[in-house]
């Protein structure tokens, strides 16, 4: 492989990098929030837990537990292109 295209292999591994904090960083505010959520959930009454307030904040905690998922699925990927990448250049 010749330099050129080694250097422009090196700038997207850099592009990864910056991208996987970015996605890091949304996956911890997301964390927050789904345990902010989690907390108000578990100290509702019984009562309350059942209505409607009570399903919606069950759905939306769902919801965030499944973007952090897929949140995790991204950066393994991500993580993986970039090992390919270091190997790429070897």
Known sequence: MNNGRRKWINEQYTKLEDLL??????????EDI??????????MPDNLKESERGQTS???IDELDNAISSLDDAIDNLNNSKDNL?????
């Not at 789904?34 to 100290?43: A, F, L, M, P, V």
């Not at 270091?86 to 070897?90: F, K, L």
């Open 21 to 30: 904090t970015q996605l890091e960083e949304v996956k911890s505010t997301l």
């Open 34 to 43: 789904k345990s902010e959520e989690e907390d108000t959930y578990e100290g």
């Open 58 to 60: 069950q759905n939306a």
């Open 86 to 90: 270091e190997s790429a250049v070897e």
